[in-house]
Each structure stands twice: as C-alpha cells, then as structure tokens.
C-alpha cells in the first residue's frame, strides 16, 4: 500500500483528491492537512510514502512546507493544484528545485471533459513517483565523487551539446545553464520530460538564471551559438546538417515523446564526433543505448552521477554500458563541457 498524506486548504478538494486515490486498491490515504503547519506536525508522528501538496496555502505556503520537509523527513512529494496559469507554472519549478518530484494539474470540476484524465494521470503519477527514494536535500553545488575519463575520443571540433533529462531534471538543467558563459560558441538542445503545458514555464524560470536564451524549437530553424533548445510537447526533436532542427510527431504507440533517444540518434548520425551528449536524473533508460552510439562514433559523453540524480534510473542505465566517458554532479558537469571545448579547439588550432 503506497501511504498518501494530502495537504489542500480545500476541503471539498481534500474530500475528492481522497475519493479519487483512496479508489485504487494499492493508494491509502492515511491524512489531510490545511496547512503547511499541520503537515509538518502529521509527518513528525506519521511516515507517508507521498505527499500531495497544494501550490498555494495560507500562511506558510507550499513551497516553505516543501523546503522544510526535505532538509528534515525526505519524501516524495507532488505539487497539485488547479490554479496554473502561466505565472504559476514557472513558480512551480522553484518547488522543484527545493525537492518537490512532480507537478500536475489538479481533478476538480467533474464536469470537465478531461476529468477522468486528470483522475488517470493523478493515480499514475502517485504510483510512479512512491518508488523514488528521496533524500535529504543538498545544495546541488556542493561537489561530490567524480569520475573522469579521457577528454575526448576525438580532437574534431564540437558542434553542439544535446541533454536529456526526466525527473529531477529542471534544477539540474538550471545548475548547469547558469554556469555556461554567455559567448558559449555552441547552440545546446536539451530533451526533458515534462507534464504537457509546463514547457514556456520551464523556459522561462531557465531564462531567469542564465546568460544564454533558452526557447522552445520550431521546425526548422537554425541552431545558433548561445541558444538553448527545448523539445517541444509531442514532437521528437532531431538535427540534421548543417545545424538545423527538425521536429517530428511520434510514431504510433510511443510511449516517450519528446524522446531523448531520437535526439541522441539524430545527433550521433549526423554529427557524430562533432557532439558532447549528457544524460541527466530520471526514470527508465531514454537515451542510454544512443549515449553509447555517441561514445562509439567519437563524441565526449557524460552521465548525471549517482548522489545527486533524484532518479538514477536513465544516467544509471548508460553506466551499465559504458555509454558515458565522464560521471559527474551537475556543477562538475560545467566545468567539463567548457574544459572539453576548449581542448577540443585548441587541438583544431594545433592542425
């Protein structure tokens, strides 16, 4: 039984959260909370497996409550709420960043043509994200155990970066963006999944705390130095020569989309050496078995270290192949993309 506590200042949205979950034999509700001090006093005599919380509350707000969970009794929570907007949908990735695992929309007219969804995607979600074993939270800057290999298997000049990412994988993009310098001499293309109608929020909390200007793709575009890309919902994201991008819509029965896999693909045939190739925190294995055709032909790769994933389900994957020629936390991960670009130039130079 996967224990839930959820914390609304709603009772009617306590009364039908409870109904919704308490209907899957394998979801026990074990209490509500109305604020964020009632859920902290819950968790100091009860251990939930979840915790659903609401995005705003009065007085100590979700966020707070968030922070302070995970700097004292780590567990998974999920922020839903039914008041998104574009504002709050990029507020919700500070939830994040404080440890919070999901975020999604909440069921709460019945009415609603996509209430039944909603229902659907609410218990999946609770189920998926019961199995993360968080931790206490750490600053993600503190530096931790790296493994470094070789610089490169190839002195060929880099072309671009591409990053996949699932959960947890926000604050660790923002880590990484943040340290970038601004005259970054290539474009960066990143895959992360995320719940649908969440990307322009992700963008622009990322724009918020980097140099670079992160936007969402279009089909055919040309990449340009210092811009990032981010996959938009429902299309796969490739790039073909000479540095365009081209989306595609998923293939029939496609569980993943945007894929990290597709774009790795595209990547590894069409730029080959040219590549360095990142596989961040989240479940499953996106992206691992195209992370090694990259090393294969040539590119530098690099896996999310164990410590500081949420999920070390997708770096941990690649490990298992030797996909990734470096295994780094998210600072050290900076610092080897600028390290890996100038080696690379500067043996372009030496020819």
Known sequence: MIKVLIVDDSQTAQVLLNKILSA????QVIGTANNGMQ?????????PDLITMD???PGMNGLEVTRRIMESKPCPIIIVSSSWNSANKAEVFDYLEAGAVSAIEKPNRLADPEFEELCKTLVQTVKLMSEIKVVRRLPLTKSRRATVGDRSASGQEVKMICIGASTGGPPVLRTILAALPSDIPVPILIVQHIAKGFLPGLADWLNESTPLTVKIAKDGEDMRAGHVYLAPDG????IQKPRRIFLKNPKLGQSLCPSVSFLFHSAANNFGSEVIAILLTGMGSDGAEDLHLLKAKGATTIAQEKDSCVVFGM??????LGAAMHILPPDKIAEMIETTLKYRLKTEQKR
């Open 235 to 238: 299309s796969d994201m490739g």
């Open 55 to 57: 995005l705003h509350m």
């Open 315 to 320: 770096p941990g994957e690649a490990v298992k």
């Open 39 to 47: 859920a902290l006093d819950f968790i100091n005599k009860q251990k």
């Open 24 to 27: 899957d034999p394998n979801i």
